[in-house]
T-cell receptor, first 114, second 117 residues
């Protein structure tokens, strides 16, 4: 089945460690996105990418890094520079060649700093 | 920059009744797209309905319909015959018409809808 897969579902990180969240899609979508969801904050854009080897910062990129080496994959690294990383992270993808197409979401990763 | 505002953090509706969720947005563009997404307790985001700004007719999907007021920059979602499965967080989203690096999908803060049996 076509879809977008995030892993792991739950992730625990010690302070000072970098962690990488995985996002893979087999929908042949051009665009991929990372959002952070906090209670009362809605979805805030971290990074997005429209093509391989290119990506742009979103509204809250500080303390995060991404790569887009393959069309299907858009991993997010939460670095030790991110001061408050505990949150729910959502990855999404869309066709992008047509602007009115919806974004499809993964099931999310819950990151907790311990 | 575009902004999306959902001013009501929570709403409640009786099963089988109708409820309207509000959303306003701010943009200087004349053409764009608007979406409502549903996030149930499983946290899987699901598209409920979409509206193209150039279309005057309000979008409808079964029990879900929108009231799109372009001049007022308002995009409310009406849920008719509410069901227990409609209980979720609902997000309003704005998408500009561009593709590539200039594309942008912006979400509101969401509304938590509870359905009373």
């Amino acid at each position: 089945d076509g879809g977008i897969t995030q892993s792991p579902k739950y992730l625990f990180r010690k302070e000072g460690q970098n962690v990488t969240l995985s996002c893979e899609q087999n929908l042949n979508h051009d665009a991929m996105y990372w959002y952070r969801q906090d209670p009362g904050q809605g979805l805030r854009l971290i990074y997005y990418s429209q093509i391989v080897n290119d990506f742009q910062k979103g509204d809250i990129a500080e303390g995060y890094s991404v790569s887009r080496e393959k069309k299907e994959s858009f991993p997010l690294t939460v670095t030790s520079a991110q001061k408050n990383p505990t949150a729910f992270y959502l990855c999404a993808s869309s066709l992008d060649r047509v602007a009115n197409t919806e974004a499809f979401f993964g099931q999310g990763t819950r990151l907790t700093v311990v | 920059a575009q902004t999306v505002t959902q001013s009501q953090p929570e709403m409640s509706v009786q099963e089988a009744e109708t409820v309207t969720l509000s959303c306003t947005y701010d943009t200087s563009e004349s053409d764009y797209y608007l979406f409502w997404y549903k996030q149930p307790p499983s946290r899987q985001m699901i598209l409920v309905i979409r509206q193209e700004a150039y279309k005057q007719q309000n979008a409808t999907e079964n029990r879900f319909s929108v009231n799109f007021q372009k001049a007022a920059k308002s995009f409310s979602l009406k849920i008719s015959d509410s069901q227990l499965g409609d209980a979720a967080m609902y997000f309003c989203a704005y998408r500009n018409i561009y593709t590539g690096a200039n594309s942008k999908l912006t979400f509101g803060k969401g509304i938590t809808l509870s359905v009373r049996p």
